[in-house]
């Protein structure tokens, strides 16, 4: 299987770890989930198809099981709602304990679930997808319509959820040469970044293939 164009990886610092919260009530009883259900939603849809050269993953710090890393594969997924709730639901049987077989019949087979913190995580995409770029997404960095470096060819774009970044994680994302990058002049939710991110990246392919 070719390695993914692709890659988010979503910090969610304070995302439940269990499944003992309100799906009527997601952002205050869940610690956010919400922010990534919407940024796997932003990440791996397209007029409500599987983008299939992208991975979503969101590391979840929250309590009380921490750290645990969910990661939504595009190249093998075969469904995935167009509604928070809905993909919330399965995330919670999946950390209720029901959870592969149901999240595998309902998406298909790319839906993992790892006892993986932020930085295990990240160390272990870029030694088995190998990409040719970090980046770091955050307000204050290089415009991304000045690269002129190739987005497109298997990229890793490391971005936080609602809390952002320590300054812990940008030491490491520093020591590992990612490029701080921006999509634009205003603040984004994370949801929104990635989508700006898409669109910039499918832009650049369209004129490519012209």
Known sequence: MP???????????????????????LPSSSGRLDVVCRCAIA??????????????????????????????????????????I?????????LGGRGRQVAEHTLGEGVYVEQRSFTETLNYE???CKPSKLY???EKGDDIR????NLDSNCIFVLGSNR???????EILDRMNAQRISVGPLSYLS????????????????????
């Open 164 to 170: 952002g970044l320590t300054a812990e994680d940008e």
């Open 43 to 84: 990440s791996l849809l397209e007029n409500e198809e599987i983008r299939d050269d992208t991975v979503f993953i969101a590391t979840l710090e929250g309590q009380p099981n921490p750290p645990l890393a969910l990661r939504f594969d595009g190249r093998t997924l075969k469904s995935l709602p167009f509604s928070e």
């Open 86 to 94: 809905a993909i919330a639901e399965i995330l919670r049987r999946m």
């Open 126 to 128: 870029l030694e088995t």
């Open 3 to 25: 390695n993914p164009t692709r890659i988010f990886l979503l910090k969610a610092s304070e995302a439940r770890t269990s499944s003992d919260f309100n799906l009527r009530d």
């Open 191 to 210: 949801s929104q970044v990635i989508t700006l991110v898409h669109d910039e990246l499918d832009r650049r392919r369209m004129v490519r293939h012209r």
């Open 136 to 138: 770091y997404l955050r």
């Open 146 to 149: 000045d690269l002129e470096t």
